[in-house]
Structures are given as structure tokens and as C-alpha cells.
């Protein structure tokens, strides 16, 4: 098993730029696949981006690819999400997830993963 918390979400103004973190907490981290999802008001969770187990190639959603980067830290046990010019659209709780590098299924599939943190709260003002 594995627990995750999400930390540095805040305000920020709209074209500004945020780091979230994931910190996960249980054995064998390096064995999990890492996701970023989001859910705005009033809308469904959405995938953002996800990190395999060795972090050496990311995927991002079309979305945010170019603006937003994910990057783990199997030592530290974390994974980070570097968000860069920002838009009011964006507001949202984030959330971080991870499934077993055995899972299959796309990584954009919201129900393969397993774990789920809190989420931390972005808001983004015009």
C-alpha cells in the first residue's frame, strides 16, 4: 500500500506558475506508476499527467503539455508537478494517484488507479 499528500497548492494570478508536490509514505514507491489529476467545480475528475516508475518519460495531457512538467524523486519518495503560465480554468483541486507498475490500462484511465491522496486546492484569478 501506499498514502499520498498533496502540498502546495495557493492562489496565483492567471499566466503565473505553481509547484505541487506528492509525498508518499509505504515500501517499494519505485514500484508505482505517479498521477496528476484535477477536478474543477462542478466538473469530472481529469487527467493531468503521470509518471512511470523510472520518471524518464512523462505523459501529459495535451492541455497542459508545454506549460506543465511532472518529475519524481524515487529517493525522496515524491513526485512534483511544475505548472507554468496558469489560467483561470485551471482552478481546481489536485489530486495525486498511483496504480502498481502491474496495472494496465491507459494512465489516462482515472480508474486504474488505486490510491488517491486529498488533493490541494489551486486557484488561479484573472
Known amino acids: 500500500q501506499v498514502q499520498l499528500a498533496e502540498s502546495g497548492g495557493r492562489s496565483v494570478q492567471a499566466g503565473g506558475s505553481l509547484r505541487l508536490a506528492c509525498a508518499a509514505s509505504?515500501?517499494?514507491?519505485?514500484?508505482?506508476?505517479i498521477g496528476w489529476v484535477r477536478q474543477a467545480p462542478g466538473k469530472e475528475r481529469e487527467w493531468v499527467a503521470t509518471?512511470?516508475?523510472?520518471?524518464?518519460?512523462?505523459f501529459l495531457a495535451a492541455s497542459v503539455e508545454g506549460r506543465f512538467t511532472i518529475s519524481r524523486d524515487n529517493a525522496r519518495n515524491t513526485v512534483n508537478l511544475q505548472m507554468t503560465k496558469l489560467q483561470p480554468e485551471e482552478t481546481a483541486v489536485y489530486y495525486c494517484?498511483?496504480?502498481?507498475?502491474?496495472?494496465?490500462?491507459?494512465?489516462?484511465?482515472?480508474?486504474?488507479?488505486?490510491?488517491w491522496g486529498q488533493g490541494t486546492q489551486v486557484t488561479v484569478s484573472s
Open positions: 494517484a498511483a496504480r502498481s507498475v502491474l496495472t494496465t490500462g491507459l494512465y489516462s484511465n482515472l480508474r486504474t488507479y488505486e490510491y
Open positions: 509505504g515500501h517499494t514507491f519505485s514500484s508505482y506508476v
Open positions: 509518471s512511470t516508475p523510472t520518471g524518464v518519460r512523462p
